[in-house]
């Protein structure tokens, strides 16, 4: 399988349903998040995969677990290939999301979200550094018995030695002669799946390309095959 997953943000829906028109059959499949849910709703996701394209469904919950788990059950019937919580939300709360997930869907957490510095995270009480934060939340994931994390492709290597069976998450990628745009850090698809993730979000390199399903297949080609743990 194709580990790109095509980050589709927009609310728009008819401009999300022509790009995932464009990359059916090419790509691992598609992600679609909380601004697009909340405009569009199920009916839009249905629209958009028509039951063919794999779906990552990225609407981060993050409540209590009872509410989590009945949220998750909520949209079991759409069958996400992948769904993300946060890891802050807690052991209990990742276990009642994965517990009422459909048994091949992989629920991730996103650890410390990338928009948050140093400074913000000490406003809500974190002392340590960002690292650290990360670590303890991938570790607590991991125990809680989710598959795997969001990280970057900086930190997919250390969390796959780590956690040897985990699924991870890793966007921000950007091919080698891409403009990276307000991504920071970024590694290529290459190395990404090289040092150990399992799928790949990608967003505008392929979304704002003039032919989405040309620069698809551009980026599928450079990537090792065969790809690990991409299933
Ligand atoms: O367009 P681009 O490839 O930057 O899109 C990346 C996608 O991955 C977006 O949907 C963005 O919200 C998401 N994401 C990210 N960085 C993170 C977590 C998620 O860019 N740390």
Avoid at 19 to 27: E, F, N, Q, S, T
């Amino acid at each position: 399988m194709n580990p790109v997953f095509v980050a589709i943000d927009t609310t728009d829906v008819h401009r999300a349903a022509a790009i995932a028109r464009g990359i059916r059959g090419l790509a691992g499949g598609v992600k679609l998040g909380l601004e697009f849910f909340c405009a569009n709703g199920e009916e839009g996701v249905l629209h958009i995969c028509e039951g063919e394209l794999p779906l990552f469904l990225d609407l981060k919950f993050h409540d209590i677990p009872n509410t989590v788990g009945k949220a998750v059950a909520s949209i079991a019937h759409l069958s996400p290939a992948v769904l993300t919580v946060h890891a802050a939300g807690g052991r209990e709360m990742m276990a009642a999301a994965k517990a009422a997930a459909p048994k091949r869907t992989k629920v991730v957490a996103v650890t410390v979200l990338t928009s948050l510095d140093q400074q913000d995270l000490s406003d809500t009480g974190v002392s340590g550094s960002a690292e650290e934060q990360v670590k303890r939340l991938a570790a607590l994931a991991r125990e809680a018995g989710i598959d795997g994390i969001v990280c970057s492709g900086e930190e997919v290597a250390a969390a796959r030695a780590e956690w040897p069976d985990g699924y991870f998450v890793v966007p921000g990628v950007r091919p080698a002669e891409a403009d990276a745009g307000d991504q920071k850090r970024v590694v290529t698809p290459q190395e990404a799946v090289s040092d150990g993730a399992s799928i790949l979000v990608i967003g505008r390199p392929i979304t704002e390309s003039p032919d989405p399903a040309r620069a698809l297949q551009e980026i599928a080609a450079t990537l090792p095959q065969p790809t690990r743990k991409s299933a």
